[in-house]
């Protein structure tokens, strides 16, 4: 039974650029849920998605906008890459509320 | 404000001696409590969480944690530490839409090195 799962693993952009990063959930989950970790930092929550709809965010701005698949699959989407982007980029997956999240290895994320 | 404070960044303890890890949080509803471990350049993995119920968890690799409304507190404790357990640690607390964990509060973590 395959974990969650992000791709790409490393990837480098430029400034101004826009990037797409892709997570399938834990085989089962439903729910999605996107962190940024700084280096040296917690993990930050962006957003969460259910039933293809985004049903929390975080305090991050609009650059940063998502979507969900009928297959629960998501993607995160930031547009305008600033430095500060710079970050590991988590998925999270669970079924319905009141159930464990389990999170991904990640998509790291350079800023050039 | 919900946050969540780890108040150590870093700490150093002998192969074999016991570990407490501190966790303080600021929650205005009953908070759901979690630690997860994350080894270098992984993602993060659940050590153990804490709904309601008994306020002493355990969880895997040998790791428990007490929950204490009074203090605020979720502290994980460990008899004796390995050293495959050096890794950083975070503590997180949720609630989230509908109960559901999606939306966590992390702590900045602390990270444990073990020595021989």
């Known amino acids: 039974d395959a974990g969650v799962t992000q791709s790409p693993t490393h990837l480098i952009k430029t400034r101004g650029q826009q990037v797409t990063l892709r997570c399938s959930p834990k085989s089962g989950h439903d729910t999605v849920s996107w962190y940024q970790q700084a280096l040296g930092q917690g993990p930050q929550f962006i957003f969460q998605y259910y039933e293809e709809e985004e049903r929390q965010r975080g305090n991050f701005p609009d650059r940063f906008s998502g979507h969900q698949f009928p297959n629960y699959s998501s993607e995160l989407n930031v547009n305008a890459l600033l430095l500060g982007d710079s970050a590991l980029y988590l998925c999270a997956s669970s079924y319905g509320s009141g159930n464990t999240i389990y999170f991904g290895e990640g998509s790291w994320l350079t800023v050039v | 404000a919900q946050s969540v404070t780890q108040p150590d960044i870093h700490i150093t303890v002998s192969e074999g001696a016991s570990l407490e890890l501190r966790c303080n949080y600021s929650y205005g509803a009953t908070p759901y409590l979690f630690w997860y471990v994350q080894s270098p350049g992984q993602g993060l993995q659940l050590l153990l969480k804490y709904f309601s119920g008994d306020t002493l968890v355990q969880g895997i690799k040998g790791f428990e944690a007490e929950f204490k409304r009074s203090q605020s507190s979720f502290n994980l404790r460990k008899p004796s530490v390995h050293w495959s357990d050096a890794a950083e640690y975070f503590c997180?607390?949720?609630?989230?839409?509908?109960?559901?964990?999606?939306?966590?509060?992390f702590g900045k973590g602390t990270k444990l090195s073990v020595k021989p």
């Open positions: 997180a607390v949720g609630g989230g839409y509908g109960g559901s964990q999606g939306n966590l509060i």
